[in-house]
């Protein structure tokens, strides 16, 4: 039989590829789940238990979060990556190291193919054909969903017709979890006026009150919550999602340009990212330049969007990392957040590399670096091409 390797979550769309591809194209499937950081251990077993039921030769689970973040995430902190200054690239940002993982693992296994369940509406597709061609361009993609123009309703109605029965409500809205955020696609996303139900978000409010946390950051990175550190800052994401996502923090619907040139929106959860990446941009206005600042900016919108559009193996991504890396050297100190239901409050942060530092003036007070007179000079000299050129047009105005 011809081998396939399938990108696999247990949902409604892998599931039916894994029927389809077997039952209907004769392959022998090879499932594999690729974690970052989305599935708990019960999920997994749950899901391993419901591939074998659908006949495929084997379910194979491999754990990137770590490398999720090392390779990935760290970037989009350092560089306080939001799409359209909404959207934390949940779904984007994993479907990079997925598939790069998935070609690995299929060149390993000696499979002929390759394939996913993404539909011909949407940015997945591109992402993942986009990764596989490059890393093994003479593997077969193969793309059941899009290629047979489906909708959720005909794959539920083909699962039913082969006896595979799941939580088809729940299927109605088509959920990815992921350590930087779970996004929420349904009826009302496909339109332009609808909100989410509250059912349909991942997690359900059940915190009331206020409460402070204080994350603390050592050369960009979430190292520490409250006095306690942690061995790896996935571990502090988790353990920070865990304490927001309670108050229904994180919540929003994100509208945008896709790689195939229409709008789209999609609903998403993502309280640590959103809280991670406000608090270091905060504690970046008190270390970092102006100019720091304003070329930092620039190339982490256009590694954002280069990201997000699929081409995370472009050299210029490991430039452009190099780059946001170098600016992180002094981005060390402590962020106060205050959580509430469905918000969050940057509090203020302190550091030892706080260029606001008291010792050099206070804004709008006093100085201490400069005189009166210093200021008069300064203020000539940095208005005076200004002041020429309106007294030289001075005639245009009359």
Same mark, same amino acid.
């Given at each position: 039989m011809k081998k396939t390797v399938l990108a696999y979550s247990g949902g409604l769309d892998t599931t039916f590829c894994a029927i389809y591809l077997s039952q209907e194209l004769g392959y022998e499937v090879h499932a594999v789940l690729i974690n970052t950081g989305g599935f708990s251990s019960e999920e997994l077993q749950e899901i391993q238990e419901?591939?074998?039921?659908?006949?495929?030769?084997?379910?194979?689970?491999?754990?990137?979060?770590?490398?999720?973040?090392?390779?990935?995430?760290?970037?989009?902190?350092?560089?306080? =990556?939001?799409?359209?200054?909404?959207?934390?690239?949940?779904?984007?940002?994993?479907?990079?190291? /997925?598939?790069?993982?998935?070609?690995?693992?299929?060149?390993?296994?000696?499979?002929?193919?390759?394939?996913?369940?993404?539909?011909?509406?949407?940015?997945?597709q591109v992402r993942f054909d986009m990764i596989f061609q490059t890393i093994i361009p003479d593997i077969e993609i193969i793309t059941p969903i899009r290629d047979l123009k489906l909708s959720r309703e005909?794959?539920?109605?083909?699962?039913?017709?082969?006896?595979?029965?799941?939580?088809?409500?729940?299927?109605?809205?088509?959920?990815?979890?992921?350590?930087?955020?779970?996004?929420?696609?349904?009826?009302?996303?496909?339109?332009?006026?609808?909100?989410?139900?509250?059912?349909?978000?991942?997690?359900?409010?059940?915190?009331?009150?206020?409460?402070?946390?204080?994350?603390?950051?050592?050369?960009?990175?979430?190292?520490g919550i409250n006095g306690k550190k942690f061995e790896h800052t996935v571990e502090a994401i988790q353990a920070l999602q865990a304490i927001a996502a309670p108050y229904g923090i994180g919540r929003d619907i994100h509208v945008g340009d896709t790689i195939i040139g229409i709008k789209g929106r999609v609903g998403f959860e993502a309280a640590a990212p959103l809280i991670i990446?406000?608090?270091?941009?905060?504690?970046?206005?008190?270390?970092?330049?102006?100019? /720091?600042?304003?070329?930092?900016? /620039?190339?982490?919108?256009?590694?954002?969007?280069?990201?997000?559009?699929?081409?995370?193996?472009?050299?210029?991504?490991?430039?452009?990392?190099?780059?946001?890396?170098?600016?992180?050297?002094? =981005?060390?100190?402590?962020?106060?957040?205050?959580?509430?239901?469905?918000?969050?409050?940057?509090?203020?942060?302190?550091?030892?590399?706080?260029?606001?530092?008291?010792?050099?003036?206070?804004?709008?007070?006093m100085n201490k670096g400069y005189t009166a007179e210093d200021v008069k000079g300064f203020t000539r000299i940095l208005g005076n091409q200004t002041s020429i050129f309106h007294q030289v047009n001075n005639h245009d105005k009359n």
């Open positions: 419901r591939s074998t039921k659908l006949g495929v030769a084997s379910f194979t689970v491999l754990d990137v979060t770590k490398t999720y973040y090392d390779e990935v995430l760290k970037y989009l902190v350092f560089g306080n =990556v939001l799409k359209n200054q909404t959207y934390p690239l949940s779904v984007s940002a994993e479907r990079i190291l /997925q598939a790069k993982t998935l070609a690995d693992y299929a060149k390993s296994i000696g499979a002929t193919s390759i394939a996913h369940g993404s539909t011909g509406a949407g940015n997945d005909q794959e539920i109605d083909y699962l039913q017709k082969h006896g595979v029965h799941m939580n088809f409500t729940k299927a109605a809205y088509s959920v990815n979890k992921g350590i930087w955020g779970t996004s929420v696609g349904g009826k009302e996303t496909l339109t332009s006026n609808l909100t989410l139900p509250e059912e349909a978000w991942p997690t359900q409010v059940s915190k009331t009150g206020e409460e402070t946390v204080t994350l603390q950051f050592e050369s960009g990175e979430l190292k990446i406000k608090s270091h941009q905060l504690l970046e206005k008190h270390t970092l330049t102006k100019w /720091q600042t304003f070329w930092k900016n /620039q190339l982490a919108e256009f590694y954002g969007n280069h990201l997000h559009e699929g081409h995370y193996l472009d050299p210029v991504m490991r430039n452009l990392e190099s780059f946001l890396e170098s600016t992180q050297l002094y =981005v060390t100190g402590e962020v106060n957040v205050q959580l509430s239901p469905y918000r969050f409050q940057l509090v203020g942060i302190t550091s030892a590399h706080d260029l606001m530092a008291s010792k050099f003036g206070s804004y709008g007070e």
